[in-house]
């Protein structure tokens, strides 16, 4: 222990570690995959180098032609000087460039977490702690490579934390290094997302502190500073808007914009939490807490408490004066989205920026114990002990699982085997890198063809940037994983987002017919799949498309024997059987799909079509009940409901039953009001059955 009490020791170690750290992130970076965001941002970056080469001429970035709705919204600090290296570079694979370019602002917020550390503390061994907390993080970890909006806004909020304690220590006497270096941090933190205004306030917080702490109110400490806040300002929110070009338009109103959109994310994507599949506009307020708990190692969580055990302390707060701040960097935020119930979505991705506060406030705490006990050397090596042992959990789980750290969920949680089929795994599409390269190199290699090979995924954009090194000429379809059989393919690709939890956990995915999966501890994340050369499941499609139904009932039930699991040829079979009045081999088909998943709609829909036309309402009831239950804010079950009780005669209850479904689901409208106008009917009333009637044909 003597030779790390050495300042000059550690110190060393503390830079060598950071060296070496670099090198194998310079390594590995071509490991990480495009991720969900990649495309869109390459797309954005490159407008944003257009407008400013062009002076303004090139409008695209201001006017979000080509782009997504919000893209406008973010500044383009990072992606743009991405598109500037690659229009200055002309990489072959320009998203190399762009995720070297992101790993550098990964790499900087792992530095300036240990440099937080350290000056917290005044200990470099206190920083190196930091540095290996936030490396073994698996969620940040994973990200610093392929995250253009999260990870370098995590980065530049730390960086910025930083200089406002570096400004804070000097406000007796300000120093114009401390000033243009805050003004920088807050310039890049603002121009990558408008919620780097949080630093603004932050400053003027931890300011008004100081000044109480010093009594500095009435010393003249406040007009010393002056100038100097109003130039890190003006360089933080007008440095800004040089790589923004929608803030650069109008630096005052459309900021103010951003920031009342983004207040309130205008975006609904189907999610995974809890093990029910929901939306992101109708996630519950503490999703955000909860996957931060779940998804924080346990060296993090009990760093937490420490900390803030740590801050009832008098003598504790004097003695790590700025640590309170760090703890409030990373707690009021997470307080904000839960009071707010704020749009989050994708795990702890909208919360990352606060893993390096985290990582700090545990660094200091685990320092804190080995320095309160180093005269009492079992019990420091018990802390030393634990700590490593803590390191050791997530560490093990980040190299047998590269370049997929980020799925990672701690042991409270069961790791990510306990998580499958509950919360998302792969939502940023990481692994479907290594499926395509597993391909090309085990099954493209040797088909020594010219023919054109067909291949399928539910990740499209990301794929068509892979295949420029493909050994065979290829074709990319975009296929969804439960409507694998209406296409003619050779290989598929898919990676397990968008399936219910039964699906997940039954053997829907991966796929039976599967070569090859990539997994995370033993948890697949995509599955990759050599297509059934007979195509059975497409002939029973096909025949069904031509009215052929003794064929489609061959092919379809030779399929089943192939794949038992997969609920798409079940479904179609039960429809046939339907069709052909063979009510009982209906309920017996959905019934194998609704083994393997009672939370699928279709299936849920197909089931209480054949219980409705066997005329057992009892299970139709029951069937459609499950389906409001398990999805509340879709209109499915209302509308399934509503067509029992218009049978039952409840013809009040069907319709508002109706008028729900048509409200929670808008593309239900015809449907429903097929379905208004048979009540109508019921109630005697032609001229509003007509009207219905009409409506119906109108909303094809």
């Known amino acids: 222990m003597n030779f790390f009490a050495d300042e000059k020791n550690?110190?060393?170690?503390?830079?060598?570690?950071?060296?070496?750290?670099?090198?194998?992130?310079?390594?590995?970076?071509?490991?990480?995959?495009?991720?969900?965001?990649?495309?869109?941002?390459?797309?954005?970056?490159?407008?944003?180098?257009?407008?400013?080469?062009?002076?303004?001429?090139?409008?695209?970035?201001?006017?979000?032609?080509?782009?997504?709705?919000?893209?406008?919204?973010?500044?383009?600090?990072?992606?743009?000087?991405?598109?500037?290296?690659?229009?200055?570079?002309?990489?072959?694979?320009?998203?190399?460039?762009?995720?070297?370019?992101?790993?550098?602002?990964?790499?900087?917020?792992?530095v300036y977490t240990g440099l937080l550390s350290r000056k917290l503390t005044n200990s470099w061994?206190?920083?190196?702690?930091?540095?290996?907390?936030?490396?073994?993080?698996?969620?940040?970890?994973?990200?610093?490579?392929?995250?253009?909006?999260?990870?370098?806004?995590?980065?530049?909020?730390?960086?910025?934390?930083?200089?406002?304690?570096s400004w804070l220590e000097n406000i007796q006497a300000p120093k114009w290094k401390y000033t243009i270096l805050l003004g920088i941090a807050i310039m890049l933190c603002l121009g990558i997302r408008i919620g780097g205004l949080l630093l603004i306030a932050y400053l003027f917080m931890a300011f008004a502190v100081r000044l109480w702490q010093t009594k500095g109110f009435s010393d003249g400490t406040i007009k010393k500073n002056f100038v100097h806040v109003v130039v890190l300002l003006l360089i933080g929110y007008f440095g800004a808007c040089i790589w923004w070009p929608y803030a650069w338009e109008d630096p005052i109103s459309h900021p103010y914009e951003a920031f009342k959109v983004m207040s309130d994310y205008p975006l609904t994507i189907k999610m995974l939490f809890e093990g029910q599949e929901t939306t992101s506009s109708d996630l519950p307020?503490?999703?955000?807490?909860?996957?931060?708990?779940?998804?924080?190692?346990?060296?993090?969580?009990?760093?937490?408490?420490?900390?803030?055990?740590?801050?009832?302390?008098?003598?504790?707060?004097?003695?790590?004066?700025?640590?309170?701040?760090v703890m409030f960097t990373w707690a009021f935020p997470v307080f904000y989205i839960y009071y707010k119930h704020a749009v989050v979505y994708d795990g702890m991705r909208?919360?990352?920026?606060?893993?390096?506060s985290v990582a700090i406030t545990a660094s200091v705490f685990f320092y804190y114990l080995l320095e309160k006990f180093k005269e009492k050397k079992t019990i420091r090596m018990a802390v030393a002990g634990a700590m490593i042992v803590l390191l050791a959990l997530p560490a093990r789980f980040?190299?047998?699982?590269?370049?997929?750290?980020?799925?990672?969920?701690?042991?409270?949680?069961?790791?990510?085997?306990?998580?499958?089929?509950?919360?998302?795994?792969?939502?940023?599409?990481?692994?479907?890198?290594?499926?395509?390269?597993?391909?090309?190199?085990?099954?493209?290699?040797?088909?020594?063809?010219?023919?054109?090979?067909?291949?399928?995924?539910?990740?499209?954009?990301?794929?068509?940037?892979?295949?420029?090194?493909?050994?065979?000429?290829?074709?990319?379809e975009y296929v969804r994983y439960y409507q694998k059989n209406a296409t003619d393919w050779d290989y598929g690709i898919f990676f397990g987002r968008f399936l219910d939890r039964e699906e997940l956990q039954n053997g829907y995915f991966p796929a039976k017919m599967a070569i090859h999966d990539i997994t995370a501890d033993g948890v697949a994340l995509t599955t990759i799949i050599k297509n059934d050369p007979?195509?059975?499941?497409?002939?029973?499609?096909?025949?069904?498309?031509?009215?052929?139904?003794?064929?489609?009932?061959?092919?379809?039930?030779?399929?089943?024997?192939?794949?038992?699991?997969?609920?798409?040829?079940?479904?179609?079979?039960?429809?046939?059987?339907?069709?052909?009045?063979?009510?009982?081999?209906?309920?017996?088909?959905?019934?194998?799909?609704?083994?393997?998943?009672?939370?699928?709609?279709?299936?849920?829909?197909?089931?209480g079509e054949i219980a409705l036309k066997a005329n057992d309402v009892n299970s139709a009831m029951q069937i459609y009940g499950e389906l409001m239950e398990n999805y509340p804010t879709q209109g499915d079950g209302y509308l399934g409901l509503a067509k029992v009780q218009a049978i039952q005669g409840n013809l009040d209850l069907a319709m508002q039953n109706v008028n729900t479904a048509i409200e929670y689901s808008p593309q239900l409208a015809q449907q429903g009001y097929m379905l208004m106008a048979f009540i109508f009917?019921?109630?005697?009333?032609?001229?509003?059955?007509?009207?219905?009637?009409?409506a119906a044909q109108q909303a094809r």
């Open 350 to 356: 909208h919360t990352l920026f606060i893993l390096p």
């Open 534 to 607: 007979e195509r059975l499941g497409l002939k029973g499609l096909t025949a069904i498309e031509a009215r052929d139904t003794a064929n489609a009932v061959k092919y379809l039930n030779a399929a089943t024997v192939k794949d038992p699991y997969d609920t798409e040829l079940w479904n179609n079979l039960a429809l046939i059987y339907m069709q052909k009045g063979d009510l009982s081999a209906a309920k017996e088909a959905v019934g194998k799909s609704r083994s393997v998943s009672s939370l699928d709609i279709q299936t849920a829909n197909i089931a």
């Open 125 to 165: 061994f206190a920083g190196i702690i930091a540095v290996l907390f936030i490396v073994f993080t698996p969620r940040y970890f994973g990200e610093a490579f392929n995250n253009p909006k999260d990870i370098p806004f995590a980065a530049t909020y730390v960086m910025a934390i930083y200089y406002i304690i």
């Open 681 to 694: 009917q019921q109630k005697g009333d032609m001229a509003q059955a007509q009207k219905f009637y009409q």
């Open 10 to 110: 550690t110190r060393k170690i503390f830079w060598g570690l950071l060296s070496f750290i670099f090198l194998v992130m310079l390594i590995i970076t071509p490991d990480y995959g495009i991720s969900g965001d990649d495309v869109t941002q390459w797309r954005y970056g490159t407008s944003v180098w257009n407008y400013i080469k062009t002076f303004g001429e090139d409008k695209t970035a201001v006017t979000g032609k080509y782009l997504e709705n919000t893209q406008t919204l973010y500044g383009g600090i990072v992606d743009g000087v991405a598109a500037m290296f690659i229009d200055i570079f002309k990489p072959k694979n320009e998203f190399i460039i762009r995720h070297y370019w992101i790993m550098m602002f990964g790499f900087a917020g792992i």
């Open 398 to 476: 980040s190299l047998a699982n590269h370049p997929n750290q980020y799925v990672y969920f701690n042991e409270l949680t069961g790791g990510v085997k306990g998580a499958a089929g509950i919360y998302e795994t792969d939502y940023y599409m990481n692994s479907i890198k290594q499926g395509y390269n597993w391909l090309n190199e085990n099954e493209f290699s040797k088909l020594n063809t010219k023919d054109t090979i067909v291949l399928a995924t539910n990740c499209v954009e990301p794929m068509f940037q892979y295949i420029h090194d493909s050994k065979v000429p290829l074709k990319i």
């Open 285 to 325: 307020a503490y999703y955000a807490p909860k996957f931060i708990a779940i998804t924080l190692p346990l060296f993090a969580l009990i760093g937490i408490a420490g900390g803030l055990v740590m801050m009832t302390r008098k003598e504790l707060r004097n003695r790590y004066n700025y640590l309170w701040l």
